[in-house]
């Protein structure tokens, strides 16, 4: 009856000499599909068995639209004040502060000048890791220097949404922000300079209501969502069921407030392809 007995040690290694899997080697989609981070870095973020858009944020937007991923970033150092003095569960200071810390980043939207296949280009990137990609006064006042430097420098303006909408820490402060970047936007209009607007997941709130949906073309990530209030939000206010794939990308082109829908793979080609025609 040896069968139960282990005749020999075994397993010899210590505990202390065992290693585990690093974090972040491997990403694992909704659909449960997993493929390593230095294949999904290499395919733009997005999983080749189900073609989902991985979450990203304007590092990475930057590495795979600017020409080897050359730029120069404006107001880099620029953050928010506190004009209300707000506390929720901690002051607002330290929000930001902590934020910072955490997440490297000075405010949620980023700006860098450079070329996307050749062509100068001004792009202001929304980070949702920063209060969730918030609308607060920084963002605005940066949006707002990206479209006075594409007037300036007479080149296209290019800007990438990922917020859950206004800053409820700064209130007015926040909401004067969608009249404040519509106005600059109208004068971009004016001077004839193209003006592009990447809606990725998610796009929602104050963000969508303004600069999200002024595009000469809006075009949109697949799968994002898209929307002013929440689905459960108007669920409850109209008392009924929402459609199948409400606030989805395909379903907001459907009903024509996108131009179209692009893989983020064909994304750098599609916006040089995009200027070019607007430029003749």
């Not at 075994?10 to 972040?24: A, R, V």
């Not at 000048?113 to 607060?136: E, L, P, Q, R």
């Not at 000469?216 to 669920?235: C, M």
Request: proline fraction near 4%; charged fraction near 25%; aromatic fraction near 8%.
């Amino acid at each position: 009856m040896a069968w139960f007995k282990r005749k020999d040690a075994g397993i010899k290694t210590s505990t202390e000499e065992k290693k585990d899997t690093p974090d972040g080697l491997w990403y694992k989609t909704p659909k449960g599909n997993i493929i390593h981070t230095r294949e999904l870095k290499n395919n733009s973020y997005v999983c080749p068995d189900d073609e989902y858009h991985v979450k990203i944020g304007s590092k990475e937007y930057f590495e795979i639209l600017f020409d080897e991923n050359k730029f120069t970033e404006l107001d880099a150092k620029m953050t928010s004040g506190d004009p209300l003095k707000f506390v929720d569960s901690k002051p607002y200071t330290a929000r930001i502060k902590d934020t910072i810390t955490k997440t490297e980043l000075n405010d949620a939207a980023r700006t860098g000048i450079g070329k996307v296949n050749g062509i100068d280009i001004v792009i202001t990137c929304m980070d949702f890791n920063f209060i969730g990609g918030s609308m607060g006064s920084v963002v605005g006042e940066k949006i707002s220097r990206a479209i006075d430097y594409s007037l300036k420098h007479k080149i296209p303006f290019l800007m990438i949404s990922k917020s859950g909408g206004a800053r409820m820490m700064e209130a007015g402060f926040s909401l004067m922000q969608m009249a404040k970047t519509s106005a600059k936007l109208a004068l971009l209009d004016e001077a004839g300079i193209p003006y592009i607007s990447l809606l990725t997941d998610p796009t929602t709130g104050g963000v969508t209501a303004s600069y999200a949906m002024l595009g000469d073309f809006n075009i949109a990530e697949p799968g994002a969502l898209i929307g002013f209030a929440g689905p459960r939000v108007i669920r409850e206010t109209i008392g009924k069921d929402l459609p199948k794939g409400f606030q989805s990308a395909e379903f907001v082109l459907e009903h024509g407030f996108l131009d179209f829908i692009i893989d983020r793979r064909q994304l750098k080609n599609r916006i040089s392809t995009l200027l070019n025609l607007l430029k003749n």
